[in-house]
């Protein structure tokens, strides 16, 4: 399978995990949906970072620190450009699910999966 379509297929994966979280922590235990979108995140990029290295990248035999250090950097990004996008998406007047939906699929196409592959999970 191409590496694009098996780093979607994670995503999509990290994604209804991310979402899952958030929206329990929103519906079920009142936590206003900024943070609770934060936390999803949260979840679904430790979600994220073992199915990128055990099965999209294949990167299982480079440090996993070395790998980890990269991601959080990396995913620090993602996590400033998805809480930016969801903030500006509910000042619209947007609902949170949409907004989360609208953001991370333009974050997933124009940052994480570019440095994931040429950065992160890069074969030395």
């Known amino acids: 399978m191409n590496v694009f379509f098996k780093g979607n297929a994670a995503s999509f994966i990290a994604s209804l995990c991310d979402y899952s979280i958030?929206?329990?922590?929103?519906?079920?235990?009142?936590?206003?949906p900024f943070a609770a979108s934060i936390i999803g995140t949260v979840g679904g990029g430790i979600i994220n970072f073992?199915?990128?290295?055990?099965?999209?990248?294949?990167?299982?035999?480079?440090?996993?620190?070395?790998?980890?250090k990269r991601y959080l950097l990396t995913w620090t990004g993602n996590l400033l450009l998805s809480a930016l996008g969801v903030y500006l998406l509910l000042g619209t007047g947007l609902n949170y699910v949409l907004a989360k939906l609208i953001t991370s699929v333009l974050v997933v196409?124009?940052?994480?999966?570019?440095?994931?592959?040429?950065?992160?999970?890069?074969?030395?």
């Not at 929206?23 to 009142?30: C, N, P, Q, S």
């Not at 199915?51 to 980890?68: D, E, G, H, M």
């Not at 124009?110 to 890069?122: D, I």
Request: proline share 2%; aromatic share 24%.
């Open 50 to 68: 073992f199915i990128c290295r055990y099965w999209v990248f294949k990167a299982n035999k480079t440090s996993i620190y070395l790998q980890s």
């Open 109 to 124: 196409i124009t940052y994480n999966y570019p440095l994931q592959k040429k950065y992160v999970f890069k074969n030395n």
């Open 22 to 32: 958030a929206i329990v922590l929103k519906e079920y235990f009142t936590v206003q």
